[in-house]
């Protein structure tokens, strides 16, 4: 029976090798190493370095020395000065993990059983400097990326590596200055049109980055097509679950706020909580509840939805036939004066005559009179349990441009 260390140190030259063709084969960036033989021997080089000082550390559980880890960083600054995309990089880390498993256990098949101790040893070594070797390699990254990246743009990729769960995460954050969040309220600003350019949105993002010290990213949708904001902005840790969503409500309130009133077009905003392990699903939820969520101009009374307001809606969208009756009633209500606006206002006050016509700018008369009309040309009564169901989804649904 061999040794588990043996047999590792025997096959780390054929290894390292198995591992640079894995990258050329498996990521398209990492192609090029074909046709740069420098770039490819260095690779080559480091990988049967990490091999090497595995076989050497693990035996005795020794660590990373500071100068590995330094080595190691200088991968990562190597790679990102390369222009490495995030995802190229998430995908080298991914694929070293997997081949260095796949050669223990290879070796550990070649000694025909026994060697458990060994095996043991290896593991118990692995997962801890795995761990600090990841992270010096994605603080070299960072470090490339600092220097080259405007400081908005080192935000945009915090949002992105918060949101996949990229263990780049924590030196992006030490970069811009932010915390890495326990608990987020995951929002989404959809904002339908946009005439400002790039340029502009840019210093508005980053004023609002530096006012609320919240990551966000921009994602356009394209030219002249609008696009949307995503903020995740931390909940207070330790707080019980009712203070922690009262804290976020008012903090993701003046951000929405911030931002609409800084391009001054209609917007829709919807709000997802969520731990930093669930973000990925809270951002789809929180697109979805924007997505059916009425645009609003900027004002005081803007806020952003919950699940809780539009769960309704939700379901319609998912429901073609019941979303064209929907469509109905609202071709209904199109031959009078101003209904819909002014059912969203009543319905938006609590169904409250006096603040709704003052809302409107009218007398409560004259909103009495459009409440009549439209039960008129519906036969639905807005004030009952009835019409609160029908109309106020119609309102919501025609306002929200999902019936463009």
């Given at each position: 029976?061999?040794?588990?260390?043996?047999?590792?140190?025997?096959?780390?030259?054929?290894?390292?090798?198995?591992?640079?063709?894995?990258?050329?084969?498996?990521?398209?960036?990492?192609?090029?190493?074909?046709?740069?033989?420098?770039?490819?021997?260095?690779?080559?080089?480091?990988?049967?370095?990490?091999?090497?000082?595995?076989?050497?550390?693990?035996?005795?559980?020794?660590?990373?020395?500071?100068?590995?880890?330094?080595?190691?960083?200088?991968?990562g600054?190597?790679?990102?000065?390369?222009?490495?995309?995030?995802?190229?990089?998430?995908?080298?880390?991914?694929?070293?993990?997997?081949?260095?498993?796949?050669?223990?256990?290879?070796?550990?098949?070649?000694?025909?059983?026994?060697?458990?101790?060994?095996?043991?040893?290896?593991?118990?070594?692995?997962?801890?400097?795995?761990?600090?070797?990841?992270?010096?390699?994605?603080?070299?990254?960072?470090?490339?990326?600092?220097?080259?990246?405007?400081?908005?743009?080192?935000?945009?990729?915090?949002?992105?590596?918060?949101?996949?769960?990229?263990?780049?995460?924590?030196?992006?954050?030490l970069?811009?200055?932010?915390?890495?969040?326990?608990?987020?309220?995951?929002?989404?600003?959809?904002?339908?049109?946009?005439?400002v350019g790039?340029?502009?949105?840019?210093?508005?993002?980053?004023?609002?980055?530096?006012?609320?010290?919240?990551?966000?990213?921009?994602?356009?949708?394209?030219?002249?097509?609008?696009?949307?904001?995503?903020?995740?902005?931390?909940?207070?840790?330790?707080?019980?679950?009712?203070?922690?969503?009262?804290?976020?409500?008012?903090?993701?309130?003046?951000?929405?706020?911030?931002?609409?009133?800084?391009?001054?077009?209609?917007?829709?905003?919807?709000?997802?909580?969520?731990?930093?392990?669930?973000?990925?699903?809270a951002?789809?939820?929180?697109?979805?509840?924007?997505?059916?969520?009425?645009?609003?101009r900027?004002s005081?009374?803007?806020?952003?939805?919950?699940?809780?307001?539009?769960?309704?809606?939700?379901?319609?969208?998912?429901?073609?036939?019941?979303?064209?009756?929907l469509?109905?009633?609202?071709?209904?209500?199109?031959?009078?004066?101003?209904?819909?606006?002014?059912?969203?206002?009543?319905?938006?006050?609590?169904?409250?005559?006096?603040?709704?016509?003052?809302?409107?700018?009218?007398?409560?008369?004259?909103?009495?009179?459009?409440?009549?009309?439209?039960?008129?040309?519906?036969?639905?009564?807005?004030?009952?349990?009835?019409?609160?169901?029908?109309?106020?989804?119609v309102?919501?649904?025609?306002?929200?441009?999902?019936?463009?």
């Amino acid at each position: 029976m061999g040794s588990l260390f043996a047999e590792l140190a025997r096959q780390a030259s054929a290894n390292a090798r198995r591992e640079v063709e894995a990258y050329v084969r498996e990521i398209p960036e990492l192609g090029l190493l074909d046709a740069s033989p420098r770039d490819r021997a260095e690779t080559l080089e480091y990988a049967l370095w990490l091999r090497r000082r595995t076989n050497e550390l693990a035996p005795g559980s020794g660590a990373l020395t500071d100068d590995d880890l330094g080595y190691i960083a200088s991968m990562g600054e190597t790679r990102a000065e390369a222009g490495m995309s995030l995802e190229s990089r998430q995908q080298v880390l991914r694929l070293h993990t997997a081949l260095m498993l796949r050669e223990i256990n290879e070796a550990t098949d070649a000694q025909r059983g026994g060697g458990v101790d060994e095996l043991m040893r290896m593991m118990n070594w692995f997962a801890p400097q795995g761990v600090r070797g990841v992270g010096a390699y994605c603080q070299g990254f960072v470090r490339v990326l600092s220097r080259r990246l405007p400081y908005v743009e080192q935000v945009a990729l915090l949002v992105r590596s918060l949101l996949t769960a990229d263990p780049m995460a924590a030196e992006l954050a030490l970069a811009v200055g932010m915390e890495l969040p326990e608990h987020c309220a995951v929002t989404v600003i959809r904002v339908p049109d946009r005439p400002v350019g790039d340029r502009d949105l840019e210093g508005e993002i980053e004023a609002l980055v530096k006012t609320h010290q919240v990551p966000v990213v921009w994602c356009p949708q394209g030219a002249g097509r609008g696009g949307e904001l995503i903020a995740l902005v931390p909940l207070v840790p330790g707080a019980a679950e009712s203070v922690r969503r009262h804290a976020a409500s008012d903090l993701v309130s003046d951000l929405v706020r911030d931002f609409t009133e800084a391009l001054g077009r209609p917007c829709a905003a919807g709000t997802a909580t969520a731990p930093a392990s669930e973000l990925t699903d809270a951002l789809d939820r929180a697109r979805r509840i924007s997505r059916a969520a009425p645009l609003r101009r900027p004002s005081a009374r803007l806020r952003p939805h919950t699940l809780a307001d539009v769960f309704v809606e939700l379901a319609v969208a998912d429901v073609p036939f019941v979303d064209d009756w929907l469509q109905t009633v609202a071709r209904r209500l199109a031959s009078g004066p101003d209904l819909l606006v002014t059912l969203d206002a009543y319905y938006g006050h609590d169904m409250s005559r006096g603040p709704a016509a003052a809302a409107l700018n009218v007398h409560p008369r004259t909103l009495d009179y459009r409440l009549r009309r439209v039960q008129e040309l519906t036969g639905i009564n807005p004030g009952s349990t009835h019409g609160v169901r029908i109309l106020s989804s119609v309102v919501a649904r025609r306002l929200s441009g999902a019936w463009r």
